[in-house]
Structures are given as C-alpha cells and as structure tokens.
C-alpha cells in the first residue's frame, strides 16, 4: 500500500540526503571562519600588545630618568636619558618641553620638532599623558609619553606605535586587505591596506574576516581585515574532501532509505482511515484465576483487520499511533467496541474485569476520564470492572498530570495497572508515587522460571515488592505449567499466557468466559498436585493467532 503520506516521507527523505552536499560551503566557510579568526586574533593581539609594551617601557624610563636626576637638562640629567636611551631601543627621542610645546633639551640632537596629530589625552594608569606626535622628515607616527616633573615642565619620551608596522608594513598581517590603528574614539592614526575596500563593502560581514582589539592600558585599538576570499583559497583541497564524504554520505543515507521504505510492510499511514473505518478490532485475551481456575477477566489487545481479510498485529502501528496522536480516538474507537461487545457478559459477571491500555498522550492530554465517563456511563459495565493499564513506550513526563488522571480513575471506582513492570521505562517507584493497584509481571521474568521447585530471584523480588505495598499480581506470557504452578504457589492469583489461550476474536472470547465461569467447568484443575490444563474440541475457543504471532507486546 502506498499512502500519500509515504510520498511526502520520501520526498523528506530525498530532501535529508542532499542536505550534506548543500551545506558543504556552509559548514566549510564556518570552518575556515573559526580557524582563520583565531589566527588573525593573534596577530592583532600580538602587535598591539607591543604597543603597550612600548608605552610601558617609555614610562620605566621617564620614571627612572626622574629619580636618578631631578634637575632637567643638567649634564647629570643628559647622561641620565641617554643611557636610558642605550638600555631601551624603542626610545626614538627623550626631550625636556614646557606644556606650551616649546623644546627645552633634547637627549639626542640639538634640534628636534614634531607636530601633534591628536589631542593629548590622560593615560588610564595615572597622571601620565599621551599624543600621536609626527616628527620631521617622517610618516610615521610616534606615541609622545609624558610625565609633569615640575610646573610648567614635561619630560617626555618618543617611542613608535609598533616597530614590525615601521619596517614591515602591512605585511606583518599576512593576507590583511587592511590594517589600522585609531584612538579608542575612532580617531584614525595610521592606515595600511585599502582601508575603503572594507569600510564600503555593502556585505563586509559576510565577505571579510575582522578582528578589532583595544589595548589594555593605551586608547588605542587595532583593527584588520582579511578578504574570506583569499583564505578560502588555501582550503581548495580540504572542499574537494568534503564534498566526496558529502556525496558518500548522501548515497548511503538515500539508499537506507528506499530499502526501507521498499521493504517495510508497515502501513501506518492509513491509519486514520482505518480508525474512522473500524478496521482496528479488540481482541481478548483471558486472564485466569489460578487458584479457582475460572477467568477473571480479559486483556483488551488490538488488530488491524483489513478489507482483504489480511490482519495486521500490533507492533506495525502502535508506535505510530502513540507518535502522531492517533492513540487517543483509535483507544475511544477501541473502548466504544468494548463496550458493545462486553457489556452483557459484564452485567451477568461482575467479577470480570476489563484491562485497556493507556499511553503516555492520554495522561498528557487528560479528557480520558471524561471519555471513559462518555463511554461507560449508564451502561451495564461498571466502572469497578475497568482496569486501566499504564503502557510506556514514551516515558511519563508530567507526573501531576498523571496523578490527576489517576485519582479521578479512582473516584469512578476503576483500578489503574502498571504494565510490564520492571521493563522499559517503567518505573517500579511509580507502584507507590502514582497509587498503581495492580502490577502485571512482564514475560521477560516469567521465562525466567524453569522449574517450579526452583527459585527465580527476580520474580520473587517482585512479586515480594508488590506485596509489601497491598497491590494485586498478574503475571504475563505464562506458556508452561511449571510456570504456572511457580506463580500459584507463590500465591499469585492471576495470569494470562498461551498456556490458557491466545487473544480471541470477541464470539470465541464470549464462549469461553460463559462455560469457563460455570461452577462445574474449569479452565485448570488440581490433580496430584499437577496443573491439569483443559482443552476443548469446540472451534468456539479457537484463536485467529498462531503462537509465535500471539505473542503480544501488551498494546491496546
């Protein structure tokens, strides 16, 4: 069967395969943004952590030049900066100058003059000052340092902004389409590159790489700027690469996918079709009493019954069902049948007790009560004969709504289960946090019993637990008799299995209970202490499942 929604799975499909071709420019570009980024930051912090280096040192050596000579432009204070001059190469010139400008002496040359190309401005660290200074017969910037050594005096020391930008250039920045240093106000200082091939990029973002860094005791940034073409270049191989683990990765995934949907025999995508049709019928499987042998009760299971009289278990469709929300009206579907199929068995004994699952939605959503009060209301169905099973495949993930399902469950007077305890995301501390009256031992320890004289740790545990906290005991996929007689003489009173009978179609279901709940008819006897199993000839009591198919994964 091909359902449209198959289609539109596949077109998904094809869609997913193709993605890691399509985001093989994306996932490289981000790539080569984090890596080369990285790269250039350091090279910006670098260069302008010598520029503070600079500066730190030109102001050791004012400060030491101060301490050793307090007198200016004495022969004591010349010889002073000069060796300071000696010790600290990055010294361009020290010089005595009143605040006005005016040059007083100068370490080295008789004659020095420079012009201010910014505003003098106080250095964060003190009293100290600072101005992008130019001196004659070069373009390049210096950094003028200055110390008030008296009033109307500064002594000021002359150092380069960076000495790799002096000799270097722009090219200390491999690959930088611009370089530039500028006052923490924006103010530009000194520019390398094609500045305006950046700042008038209509997508700069997208198309450079940028990196800005603000010295730490100095208001002054550097900012540079690589064109992401360029470096892009350099991954020309690593793109190759990519793109054939992408096109690998796309085949494998496309082709996972068309034997999938080739070989599934899943047809979950009728299903609301199949819902409003009726085609999901219940199915019965007896729960008995161990100790009188009569039935106790039933199990509702479900099965998909096509037009074709193809019949479709459950574990094709439940997963989806939960998934998509169809849970909740195929359970209402499921109730409504129930209700029409059980209702005079019920009303004749009312003993019998009916188990239907819930999921994980229906605790989510929680109009089950008052769907179940819709259902069974005024009918000859108790609500003391339901039992409400609580089936996990998704885990329970609001345990007050939980609760609050479960105690209005409780004010109608039926009993809430917890199925397959033990297993799956059940929770054994859900017995006592969620009021579980009854706990339902999975198969998966029931096959753990081997002989009835011989102890099974587990299933003693739990039937030992469940005791302890007054909650009643049904044991699942009972299949042998030393099975049986283990769980009798461990006082358990209920079980259900293939030992008795498979899940029946609802005349075979009603046969059953009406001759197994006479007085003088037993589905088991005692005899010399062996579990007599009784069969009977009549097609009534026939299931529709073959053992291994009748193995069913509790699902409603």
């Known amino acids: 069967m091909k359902a449209k929604f198959s289609h539109f799975l596949m077109l998904v499909c094809a869609l997913l395969a193709f993605a890691p071709i399509l985001t093989v420019d994306f996932m490289l570009d981000e790539y080569i943004r984090m890596r080369e980024g990285k790269a250039l930051r350091q090279q910006v912090n670098r260069i302008i952590n ?75 660290t003190g009293p100290q000052e600072m101005t992008i200074v130019r001196i004659e017969d070069s373009e390049q910037p210096l950094i003028k340092v200055s110390l008030k050594v008296r009033p109307g005096r500064e002594l000021s020391a002359f150092v380069p902004i960076n000495v790799h930008l002096l000799v270097q250039e722009n090219a200390v920045l491999h690959g930088a389409i611009m370089t530039r240093y500028a006052l923490t106000s924006g103010l530009p200082i000194v520019e390398f590159g094609d500045t305006k091939a950046y700042y008038d990029h209509p997508n700069r973002t997208r198309d450079f790489l940028f990196v800005e860094q603000v010295a730490q005791n100095v208001p002054i940034k550097l900012s540079a700027a690589v064109l992401l073409d360029v470096v892009r270049a350099d991954y020309a191989d690593l793109k190759i690469g990519f793109t054939i683990v992408a096109c690998l990765t796309s085949c494998v995934f496309l082709w996972l996918c068309i034997q999938y949907v080739r070989r599934s025999q899943v047809p979950t995508f009728d299903l609301e079709r199949a819902i409003q049709a009726g085609e999901l019928r219940p199915r019965y499987q007896p729960v008995i009493d161990l100790q009188t042998g009569q039935i106790a009760g039933c199990e509702v299971l479900i099965r998909w019954e096509k037009p074709n009289g193809e019949v479709i278990s459950p574990g094709a469709f439940i997963e989806y069902a939960e998934l998509s929300g169809l849970a909740i009206p195929m359970t209402l579907s499921l109730m409504e049948q129930v209700r029409d199929d059980l209702e005079d068995l019920c009303a004749r004994h009312s003993h019998l007790k009916i188990g239907i699952n819930l999921f994980e939605r229906h605790f989510r959503d929680g109009s089950i009560v008052e769907d179940v009060q819709a259902i069974f209301g005024g009918t000859e169905v108790r609500y003391s004969q339901l039992v409400f099973e609580i089936t996990e495949r998704q885990p329970l993930s609001n345990m007050e709504g939980v609760n609050s399902v479960i105690d209005d469950l409780h004010k109608l007077g039926a009993k809430v289960a917890l199925d397959d305890a033990g297993t799956g995301h059940s929770n054994l501390a ?59 003489a461990k006082g358990i009173r209920q079980a259900q299995g293939f030992l008795f009978a498979p899940a029946l179609p609802i005349d075979s279901y009603l046969a059953l209970a009406e001759r197994m709940n006479n007085e003088e008819v037993k589905l088991i006897d005692d005899f010399d202490d062996e579990l007599v199993v009784f069969d009977d000839d009549d097609d009534d009591f026939e299931g529709d499942d073959a053992p291994d198919e009748g193995r069913d994964t509790n699902v409603a």
């Open 50 to 124: 010598e520029t503070q280096g600079s500066v730190d040192g030109a102001l050791k050596s004012l400060n030491t030049i101060v301490s050793r000579s307090p007198s200016l432009c004495t022969p004591t204070f010349l010889k002073s900066a000069a060796q300071q001059m000696r010790s600290n190469y990055l010294l361009r010139q020290l010089v005595v100058n009143s605040t006005d400008g005016n040059v007083m002496c100068a370490a080295y040359g008789d004659e020095f003059k420079y012009s201010a190309i910014t505003p003098t401005m106080t250095m964060p």
């Open 430 to 488: 859900y017995i006592q946090k969620l009021g579980i009256d009854i706990v339902k031992i999975d198969r998966v320890f029931v096959e753990l019993i081997r002989h009835r004289n011989v102890p099974v740790p587990v299933v003693d545990a739990l039937i030992g637990m469940a005791t302890d906290l007054n909650t009643e005991i049904i044991a699942e996929g009972v299949e042998t008799e030393e099975q049986a007689l283990y769980l009798r």
